[in-house]
């Protein structure tokens, strides 16, 4: 047991170091290289009268942070999923999450175009929406893991439909449901990263607090129900955390268009986020 715990914290250790140099490298090369000198200079000690702190702190500090930040929130919000479905194939762009965000934006463009905020708000409901529908789908009909994600993907479908027949009626909403689908994590400020980093960063945290149920929940309901945990109410918390942290809702506030794309393999958590399984498909 203190075995595998030793190697646990050595990837951990050794996946944060890779991480941390990868955005020290994305921060330093690029078409004007820009030394660590000139870089912990710029950040840590408030220099901004050149150019090389201008580039780093208005273009690759806050796209890096952007990447950092929306790679996090995907990996954690396909791993409660995965979680609380009891589904390895399960995953936001899978079960309903992207279309059900995308369909309460498309709506709220074409009902309230002007109000950025309602977006927001919108796509975190219609995320939350799509994947409740699926687990209740799941817990009614007793379906198993194949039938869940097929279940999951006929959702998608509907509410595709949805966005199509939104945008056809009501062609002024295409604009603003554009913005919201396509982007990129250029253009970005650290002013603007602020309100979707804080929302990101509270629900890691509360995630991060919940995973001692997590792991409760992944050993089956019937098991955690015996163990005294709260089933329903744990399920419906993580849930909403993985809605709250999906970029597809917090890509409004503007934080995560580059991952927006449907196919995108960051919404599959890696292997080691994964809950362990217990049996086959």
């Not at 580039?55 to 929130?73: D, E, F």
């Amino acid at each position: 047991m203190a075995n595998k715990s030793g190697r646990t914290l050595r990837r951990l250790l050794f996946l944060g170091a890779a991480a941390l140099l990868a955005a020290l490298l994305s921060m330093c090369l690029g078409a004007a290289p820009v030394s660590p000198k000139e870089m912990f200079q710029a950040i840590f000690q408030g220099r901004q009268d050149s150019a090389a702190a201008g580039i780093l702190l208005y273009v690759r500090l806050p796209r890096t942070l952007g990447c950092l930040l929306s790679g996090a929130a995907l990996a954690v919000s396909g791993a409660i999923i995965q979680t609380v479905l009891a589904n390895p194939l399960a995953a936001p762009n899978i079960i309903g999450v992207n279309s059900g965000a995308g369909l309460a934006v498309a709506l709220c463009c074409a009902l309230l175009p002007a109000s950025a905020a309602a977006s927001s708000f919108a796509a975190f409901l219609g995320a939350f929406g799509g994947v409740l529908l699926v687990l209740l789908i799941s817990e009614k009909a007793g379906a198993s893991r194949i039938t869940l994600v097929l279940a999951g993907v006929a959702i998608s479908g509907i509410f595709s439909a949805g966005i199509d027949a939104v945008v056809t009626l009501v062609p002024d909403a295409l604009t603003g449901y554009s913005d919201f689908r396509i982007g990129g994590l250029a253009n970005l400020s650290l002013a603007k990263i602020a309100p979707s980093a804080w929302v990101i960063l509270f629900c890691l945290l509360a995630v991060l607090l919940l995973s001692n149920e997590m792991d409760v929940l992944a050993l089956g309901s019937d098991t955690a129900r015996s163990l005294g945990l709260p089933v329903r109410r744990v399920r419906l918390i993580l849930l909403a955390l993985a809605a709250a942290s999906h970029p597809d809702v917090v890509k409004r506030k503007p934080l995560g268009p580059l991952f927006a794309h449907p196919g995108y393999i960051g919404d599959a958590p890696p292997p080691g986020q994964r809950p362990r399984e217990r049996g086959g498909l």
